[in-house]
């Protein structure tokens, strides 16, 4: 294994020119398959309230669930930097709160950093959990806890007083110590415009290509979300349909005892028609 990633060198691989990549986990399998592919890394997205534990969004998940989803990915990754998502009302309702769950996310799940959304106005929130000792990603634009406010999952940043908000949110964290921010669904432009403005890496996610990192939801990547695609996810492979197939062939050959085969079934030595006699 190589040289276990800290928060240090994802802010130098900024300064190097080099893109992050981020992908999210929810499972200690698909942790140890993204650790071993290089990722660098690993976010116990909030969004898995909606791709694995079937939510209609991220607002019911509880620092609980976002524990033991933590705690099973922390088994998998040994090289990528693991991150903990905060979950809604685990941080908003105060400084306290902010530092106690984020230190849950280190001290229950071995995770080396947490994320919480929001700008300007969590700066101070931000500041006392980075007191604390715990490094923290920020994350402005689209922010999915607060959806409702925004307006619905659109695009942010489109006009000039939102851009500016936006802008100033980024420096604000940067100023706050954060040692990443999440750029999620804005323009290209502005999100260039960002990341040339702050000293830490901004992580696109549909914002366009001149992000210092991309991140995307694992399962959107592996097609294996039907319920919502997002158009500015790209569908490496579409793992939905596959798993149907393999689904549908075990059940038929169940079915029809084609399956187990031989070739999958364990053989006796002595003969079962003798046991039957003693
Ligand atoms: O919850 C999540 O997966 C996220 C990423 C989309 C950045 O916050």
């Given at each position: 294994m190589s040289k276990k990633i800290t928060p240090p060198d994802i802010v130098e691989m900024k300064r190097a020119g080099e893109k992050i990549t981020m992908l999210t986990a929810s499972d200690a399998s698909f942790a140890r398959m993204l650790d071993a592919s290089g990722v660098e890394i690993v976010l116990v997205g909030d969004s898995l309230g909606m791709v694995?534990?079937?939510?209609?969004?991220?607002?019911?998940?509880t620092m609980d669930e976002m524990i033991h989803h933590a705690q099973a990915v922390r088994r998998g990754v040994q090289r990528a930097l693991l991150v903990g998502d905060m979950p809604f009302m685990s941080y908003q309702s105060g400084v306290r709160d902010a530092i106690l769950n984020a230190g849950r996310f280190l001290?229950?799940?071995?995770?080396?950093a947490v994320k919480l959304e929001g700008g300007a106005e969590i700066c101070e929130t931000v500041k006392a959990v980075i007191r604390a000792g715990i490094p923290v990603m920020g994350h402005i634009g689209l922010t999915p806890q607060t959806a409702g406010q925004l307006g619905g999952y659109k695009v942010q940043g489109k006009d000039a007083d939102s851009a500016r908000k936006l802008l100033d949110d980024a420096r604000a964290l940067n100023e706050a110590g954060v040692f990443a921010v999440v750029l999620e669904c804005i323009p290209d432009r502005l999100a260039k415009l960002i990341s040339g403005a702050i000293s830490v890496p901004t992580i696109g996610i549909g914002a366009?290509?001149?992000?210092?990192g991309q991140v995307l939801v694992t399962h959107d990547l592996l097609g294996m979300y039907e319920k919502f695609v997002p158009s500015?996810?790209?569908?490496?492979?579409?793992?939905a349909p596959q798993i149907k197939e393999g689904i549908a062939s075990f059940i038929k050959e169940v079915k029809t005892e084609t399956y187990p085969d031989p070739e999958h079934s364990f053989t006796m030595q002595v003969d079962v028609g003798e046991l039957l006699k003693k």
């Open positions: 694995v534990l079937g939510y209609d969004s991220t607002v019911p998940v001290k229950e799940a071995g995770c080396d366009g290509v001149h992000c210092d500015f996810v790209k569908t490496y492979v579409n793992l």
